[in-house]
Nanobody
Framework: QVQLVESGGGWVQPGGSLTLTCAAS????????MGWFRQAPGKEREFVAS????????VYSNSAKGRFTISRDKAKNSVSLQMNNLKPWDTAFYYC???????????????????WGQGTQVTVSS
């Protein structure tokens, strides 16, 4: 079992920055990719970014590419999402997720992820 706890959400003005962090704990046999998803009110959950266990392979959504950066600290068992130049449409609940998979694998599909955090709210408005 892997427990995930997100932190770092909040309110920011358009153009501002926020960093989300997800701390993983518990025992899991094997390696896992970690990623971020988000869900805005009335919309389906959507993929944001993910990083493989090897910390080399990463994928981003088109909306995140160029503005968001995912990073992973295996020593601290955590993953972060640095979000720059935030837009009002980035407003959503952001979830951290972990997928038990090979060290190089990374996925955009929420169905593949095995563990989820409770989420943290990000609000971008003036």
């Amino acid at each position: 079992q892997v427990q995930l706890v997100e932190s770092g959400g909040g309110w920011v003005q358009p153009g501002g920055s926020l960093t989300l962090t997800c701390a993983a704990s518990g025992s899991a046999s094997g390696t896992y990719a970690m990623g971020w998803f988000r869900q805005a009110p009335g919309k389906e959950r959507e993929f944001v970014a993910s990083m493989a266990w090897n910390t080399v392979n990463t994928v981003y959504s088109n909306s995140a590419k160029g503005r968001f950066t995912i990073s992973r600290d295996k020593a601290k068992n955590s993953v972060s999402l640095q979000m720059n130049n935030l837009k009002p449409w980035d407003t959503a609940f952001y979830y951290c997720a972990a997928e038990m998979t090979t060290p190089w694998d990374v996925s955009r599909s929420a169905d593949r992820y095995d563990y989820w955090g409770q989420g943290t709210q990000v609000t971008v408005s003036s």
